[in-house]
């Protein structure tokens, strides 16, 4: 949300930010214990505008200033404030989703993730009540504020918790501008969720693995235990001042143990019903109970379980959503709204979006490796998010840097978003429905293929570290550079005016190591010719039929690839296949039903399967198969 924006609700109260949806942002979190492949997911949708260009960059690494002091880069802001990280002498480099610099509004990162594998989501703006404004007020421009939370943090933060210390003594020293907010800040050990109470007062809890949370513009931390200093931590004054300015609400369970409860003392009770929407269809999308109850002043807890083992393209899915979830469902979300709600309803998924991300953390890898920014640079609900390894990049493709305020076809931005425009103006819902399964299946696409890329920079990492960089940056750029062209090709094909067809096929997109490689040795050397290797590709494999038979062994049926001289088998009790977890059986063409042996009872394996063929003396890999898991129980 913009300074103006922010000017509006400090005169006017949150009402002002109700009363214009557009402005409003949602972020969502899901602990490892709820996820398919044990990693954390959180992140949200930035809504401003459905035309107000956003780009990704890498802020390089740079000397911190003799006189230790860090200031905004544009010079936007007024906030200058120490490097409070003493023990580094350069910044560290990291990426930054920001706005077009010709905005003139500040940096506004959104989303970014630095070279020491710290990441950060920010921010949902929240605003707090009046009587909370009046206790505390906001400090004005030399306080930090929603500009600057990602670029004054990742540039110094080593850790997680010291990002959120970093944060709490900016606000203890130099107050907030004009704003309530939420913050995620994250490594490869732990999510931290920072909430801006009021001028001086704040609350960070660590995120729990066994819950998930869905988080629109407002407070939403209830008790909390400000002695439990490993799992929160609190400005000094957070019961005193409210206390003093007569706002301070006891924690609602085990006010004995509990000091106060944050939401109901900086917020007030219930939620606007843009924001009730939210979060009534993000946990029905999640959990598939209709939880109406939100609408009530009574309640309190955003935490819940979801009834399925999440996926990145379920919360990819529910970024996107304009609650078709219901309509499927045959439920009229209308009905369980309240009379005095807004007369309409609040989408997650809206046109506004335009930037929406997750950013999944997998405990297991090295901290370089662990995050992945899944970045859509539009509305989810028709553009898709692509895999970054951010804390391995040195440079994006050309179009996801480009600035452009206005329109140009050669903005990753703009390619985006004008097929959503064309949909939310000129299209009927089988079209809609239509697109936005094709980039569910494409995002779906990557989520396989990111298993085997997975392998191969751990392979990287172990073996040729001084290489791994520059490979995370090749593939980042081949995958951006692809998705850009599929959504350029989309488009044509969708408003051509013929029936669609579907022409366009992210099966010709390559999410893979070896052709990002490829690809940027060919762009160097500008090359137009085509290995022998490339072409002899075999197909990739699917696996039909996967089972436990007795004596601890696994019994796998999959579809013979044509051409193919042979077959590898990848089998590990790691879901990422991690090296020394993992072993990988050769085996000939001529049976395509397999048996592994001598596994470990009572363990759950994952395993995958790809193709190849002989070149010469070279043996020329396909693209591994869906992963599939089975435990072994005989």
Request: proline share 2%.
């Amino acid at each position: 949300m913009k300074k103006l924006m922010m000017s509006l609700l400090a005169a006017f109260g949150l009402c002002v930010l109700i009363g214009v949806p557009a402005s409003a942002c949602t972020s969502y979190y899901v602990g490892s214990d709820l996820t398919e492949d044990g990693s954390v997911m959180f992140g949200r949708n930035e809504d401003i505008s459905s035309a107000y260009d956003k780009v990704l960059q890498v802020i390089e690494s740079q000397e911190i200033p003799e006189d230790g002091m860090w200031v905004d880069e544009k010079g936007y802001t007024e906030f200058t404030a120490p490097y409070y990280n003493t023990s580094i002498t350069k910044t560290y480099s990291y990426t930054a989703c920001r706005d077009a610099e010709e905005y003139g509004d500040g940096l506004f990162g959104e989303i970014g993730v630095n070279e020491m594998g710290v990441a950060m989501s920010a921010t949902t703006t929240a605003g707090n009540s009046e009587e909370a404004e009046a206790a505390d007020p906001f400090t004005g421009s030399t306080g930090i504020s929603e500009e600057n939370y990602v670029d004054y943090i990742l540039c110094q933060a080593s850790t997680a918790r010291q990002g959120v210390e970093i944060l709490a003594q900016a606000i203890d020293d130099y107050g907030v501008w004009y704003t309530a907010d939420g913050v995620f800040i994250s490594d490869n050990t732990e999510v931290w969720y920072f909430e801006i109470l009021s001028g001086h007062q704040y609350c960070a809890i660590r995120m729990p693995d066994d819950k998930a949370a869905l988080i629109p513009n407002c407070l939403v931390i209830g008790d909390a235990d400000l002695d439990d200093t490993e799992n929160v931590i609190a400005s000094e004054g957070i019961v005193t001042v409210a206390q003093e300015g007569d706002i301070y609400v006891e924690a609602q369970e085990n006010p004995e143990v509990n000091d106060i409860n944050v939401k109901l003392t900086y917020a007030g009770e219930g939620y606007s019903s843009a924001n009730a929407d939210r979060i009534r269809a993000g946990q029905y999308i999640l959990t598939g109970v209709d939880n109406t109850d939100i609408y009530t002043d009574a309640y309190q807890d955003i935490f819940f379980v979801p009834s399925e083992k999440v996926t990145i393209e379920k919360l990819y899915q529910l970024a996107g959503s304009q609650y078709e979830e219901y309509t499927e469902a045959g439920i009229d979300f209308t009905e369980a709204r309240p009379e005095t709600a807004s007369s309409s309803i609040r989408y997650i998924g809206v046109a506004a979006s335009y930037e929406c991300h997750i950013i999944q953390i997998r405990k297991d890898m090295p901290a370089e490796l662990a995050t992945v920014e899944w970045l859509s640079l539009s509305s989810a609900a028709y553009a898709p998010m692509v895999p970054f390894y951010g804390a391995l990049l040195t440079d994006v493709a050309d179009s996801y840097k480009e600035e452009a305020p206005d329109y140009t076809d050669t903005s990753a931005y703009w390619t985006y978003q004008k097929l959503g425009k064309y949909l939310r103006s000129d299209a009927d819902d089988t079209l809609k429905k239509a697109v936005k399964s094709f980039y569910q299946g494409y995002v779906s696409k990557l989520v396989d293929d990111q298993v085997s890329v997975d392998e191969q920079l751990l392979d990287i990492y172990y073996n040729d570290p001084t290489s791994l960089s520059q490979t995370a940056t090749d593939l980042g750029i081949s995958i951006g550079t692809q998705t850009v062209a599929l959504a350029q090709d989309l488009y044509e094909e969708v408003t051509s005016g013929t029936a669609l067809k579907f022409e366009t096929s992210y099966d010709d997109v390559t999410y893979a190591v070896e052709d990002s490689q490829a690809d940027s040795t060919t762009a160097a050397s500008g090359s137009t010719e085509t290995s022998a290797a490339t072409t002899a590709k075999p197909a990739k494999v699917t696996i039909k039929k996967i089972k436990n038979v007795k004596n601890r062994k696994i019994q796998i049926k999959f579809k013979k690839v044509s051409g193919a001289t042979g077959y590898e088998i990848a089998y590990s009790i790691n879901v990422n296949f991690t090296k020394k977890k993992t072993t990988v059986k050769t085996v000939s063409s001529s049976k395509n039903v397999r048996t592994l042996k001598s596994l470990k009872k009572g363990k759950t394996y994952y395993v995958k399967v790809r193709a190849y063929k002989k070149v010469g003396n070279t043996k020329v890999y396909g693209s591994w198969s869906k992963v599939k898991v089975v435990k072994v129980t005989k």
